[in-house]
């Protein structure tokens, strides 16, 4: 006869090691070490920021690590190509895949570019940084690779704090690296009511912007469970940066997270990205805006668009 236990006792299935770091590219650094990626390289897809204040967060481990790299196109819905993720994976045949969850958004071939991976033998990281609570609260992102990265500050009220979540498949993988005890780390906070009013917010901009078709749209729609990091949209019809300044100086904190890319990733080779690049600003989402507000930023782009 089967019978059940009064209390599951298998942990294994279940267990997400987090080990925490000051930053996600400090996280990142580590997990490209622990891997020896340098011995075969990393793909990386080609929508990779730079600022002068901060650097690159993506890919300024890459180099500090001496790790080999090269990029897999993206489409003009920042969505990746994947005929072009099977060329470049045989073409490389890299150590690490690293895949980006832009704006907290999984991609539509999620599920597709874990398979092509795993068909190649090729270890795949996920990068969490915009999408914490996509994976701690949604569950849709994070399961699938051999570890996460994520930035804690990007989401949550705190200054610094990154980390690493591993799962089971990428434990022995990850077994040496050792982290930053003194982080910070989230679970001092209430993820689900955070993530909640994101998701809020977010869906009080997507309504509001019906009528800025054409001059403001939707980069995507919000799926279900997805916790966005910001709202992007694509700004048309009149200069992003303009528009970035304009609402900036009206109050108004707009982002513009990708305004340029790294220069591993020439205009000439990749133009689809660079014009997302000039094109893409990011809406607020956060817990502190309220739904008044929210409508007083839409009114000013509107103003301002016409």
């Not at 340098?38 to 890919?59: K, N, T």
């Not at 992007?232 to 100086?249: C, F, I, K, W």
Request: proline share 7%; with cysteine; net charge negative.
């Amino acid at each position: 006869m089967t019978r059940i236990a009064k209390v599951a006792r298998d942990a294994a299935p279940y267990q997400r090691r987090f080990i925490p770091f000051s930053s996600a590219r400090s996280a990142f650094g580590a997990f490209l070490r622990a891997v020896h990626a340098e011995q075969a390289g990393v793909l990386l897809p080609a929508y990779i920021g730079w600022s002068p204040r901060e650097g690159s967060g993506v890919f300024d481990p890459v180099i500090e690590t001496n790790t080999p790299y090269s990029f897999y196109r993206l489409n003009a819905r920042l969505e990746i190509d994947l005929a072009d993720l099977r060329a470049a994976l045989d073409r490389q045949q890299p150590r690490v895949l690293l895949l980006i969850h832009y704006f907290g958004y999984p991609d539509p071939a999620y599920d597709d570019v874990i398979r092509i991976a795993r068909e190649r033998g090729v270890i795949v990281l996920e990068d969490e940084a915009h999408a914490l609570l996509t994976d701690l609260v949604g569950g849709v992102t994070g399961r699938r690779g051999a570890a996460s990265l994520v930035s804690l500050h990007k989401l949550l009220p705190v200054e610094t704090g990154g980390g690493l979540l591993v799962n089971p498949e990428g434990d022995e993988l990850c077994r040496e690296i050792v982290g930053d005890a003194s982080a910070e780390h989230p679970w001092n906070f209430d993820l689900a009511t955070l993530a909640r009013r994101r998701r809020e917010n977010a869906a009080t901009i997507a309504a509001g912007l019906g009528p800025l078709a054409g001059r403001i749209d939707p980069l995507w729609e919000l799926p279900e469970l997805v916790v966005p990091q910001t709202f992007p949209v694509l700004v048309r019809g009149t200069s992003r940066d303009h528009l970035y300044e304009q609402m900036n100086a009206s109050g108004f904190g707009v982002v513009s997270l990708y305004h340029t890319l790294v220069d591993a990733i020439p205009r000439k080779d990749f133009p689809i990205s660079h014009e997302l690049a000039r094109t893409v600003m990011n809406l607020p989402v956060h817990q502190a805006a309220s739904t008044d507000q929210l409508a007083a930023m839409l009114d000013e782009l509107d103003r301002i668009t016409r």
